[in-house]
């Protein structure tokens, strides 16, 4: 779905989620680019972030009582 139909407030919400930064990636590459700085910086956070949880997840469903 394009952004531009989304209220301001939403579209300036949606360039931070990793789904957008994935599909700009997609994008530059397809054109030729090499993808922005800040789009990599963005999805390294979202995966750091995930991966915190899910490390964080794993360790407390097998800690034994």
Request: net charge positive; proline share 6%.
């Amino acid at each position: 779905m394009p952004t531009d139909s989304f209220p301001d407030w939403l579209r300036a919400l949606s360039r931070w989620t990793p789904t957008h930064r994935f599909a700009e990636l997609g994008w530059s590459v397809t054109e030729g680019h090499a993808p922005h700085l800040i789009t990599a910086l963005t999805l390294a956070g979202w995966l750091a972030l995930f991966a915190g949880y899910a490390l964080r997840s794993y360790r407390v469903c097998t800690r034994t009582a």
